[in-house]
């Protein structure tokens, strides 16, 4: 069989095959799935902690340095999700996806968000000078997270396949973490009204932890942005 021959049949199988999708409250391994149609649809809210400035640190900094700043930004993001109930779905050069279920799942989300900011401040930024004190590098970064219903979706070739997660919060969250890293938290009008108090409000006197913006890149939706951390001890 030729290699054109494969892909045709391959493609023309994938359009016509019957999908089959079961609904799930856990997060499916790949070996959940399989290569054919089938799915397993969840509703969950995804965050998306992305490396701010990447290109400019792998331009103007070796590629060591570089690389350290990769490692200490997506371990403190994996364990501080997973600390707060997040399951890791995907690495991707300089950010990592991670999936939320349960009643609270908004709010770890944004309590993730918010504790990646505190680390990013307190424990890399510190560490980065102590180590590097002649190197004018400032640690940044941007979450993004949004809620929907998602589907899983395995895709692939048989040994070296993953899960794709197909969703609006998927698409949304990947997008928000492209914001300013300004204010370094972004969050739907979705993920807004499902939070819980502590994850909406704080200080003293109380105040809403959350600017409202319009999206203007996508048809002016109504997103909400913060520059508030939580503390790690």
Same mark, same amino acid.
């Given at each position: 069989?030729?290699?054109?021959?494969?892909?045709?049949?391959?493609?023309?199988?994938?359009?016509?095959?019957?999908?089959?999708?079961?609904?799930?409250?856990?997060?499916?391994?790949?070996?959940?799935?399989?290569?054919?149609?089938?799915?397993?649809?969840?509703?969950?809210?995804?965050?998306?902690?992305?490396?701010?400035?990447?290109?400019?640190?792998?331009?103007?900094?070796?590629?060591?340095?570089?690389?350290?700043?990769?490692?200490?930004?997506?371990?403190?993001?994996?364990?501080?999700?997973?600390?707060?109930?997040?399951?890791?779905?995907?690495? $991707?050069?300089?950010? *990592? +996806? @991670?999936?939320?279920? =349960?009643?609270?799942?908004?709010? %770890?989300? /944004?309590?993730?968000?918010?504790?990646?900011?505190?680390?990013?401040?307190?424990?890399?930024?510190?560490?980065?000078?102590?180590?590097?004190?002649?190197?004018?590098?400032?640690?940044?970064?941007?979450?993004?997270? $949004?809620?929907?219903? *998602? +589907? @899983?979706?395995?895709? =692939?070739?048989?040994?070296?396949? %993953?899960? /794709?997660?197909?969703?609006?919060?998927?698409?949304?969250?990947?997008?928000?973490?492209?914001?300013?890293?300004?204010?370094?938290?972004?969050?739907?009008?979705?993920?807004?009204?499902?939070?819980?108090?502590?994850?909406?409000?704080?200080?003293?006197?109380?105040?809403?932890?959350?600017?409202?913006?319009?999206?203007?890149?996508?048809?002016?939706?109504?997103?909400?942005?913060?520059?508030?951390?939580?503390?790690?001890?």
């Amino acid at each position: 069989m030729t290699l054109k021959k494969d892909l045709d049949d391959a493609v023309a199988n994938i359009f016509r095959e019957a999908w089959t999708v079961t609904n799930g409250t856990v997060v499916p391994d790949s070996t959940d799935l399989t290569l054919s149609n089938t799915g397993r649809a969840l509703q969950a809210t995804v965050l998306y902690a992305d490396l701010a400035a990447s290109t400019r640190l792998v331009d103007g900094w070796q590629r060591e340095f570089a690389a350290e700043i990769y490692k200490t930004f997506l371990l403190v993001a994996a364990r501080i999700i997973r600390s707060q109930g997040g399951t890791i779905t995907a690495y $991707d050069g300089d950010r *990592v +996806m @991670a999936i939320y279920l =349960g009643k609270s799942q908004s709010s %770890d989300a /944004v309590k993730t968000a918010f504790k990646i900011h505190w680390a990013c401040d307190n424990i890399i930024q510190p560490k980065l000078e102590a180590q590097y004190s002649n190197e004018n590098f400032k640690i940044s970064h941007t979450c993004g997270i $949004d809620h929907s219903s *998602v +589907m @899983a979706a395995k895709t =692939g070739v048989r040994g070296a396949n %993953d899960l /794709v997660w197909v969703g609006r919060a998927a698409n949304y969250a990947a997008k928000l973490s492209n914001e300013s890293s300004a204010t370094p938290t972004w969050i739907t009008a979705d993920v807004y009204d499902r939070l819980s108090d502590t994850a909406k409000y704080g200080g003293n006197p109380r105040q809403d932890m959350w600017t409202p913006h319009i999206w203007s890149s996508m048809d002016n939706q109504l997103v909400y942005k913060s520059n508030w951390h939580w503390s790690i001890y």
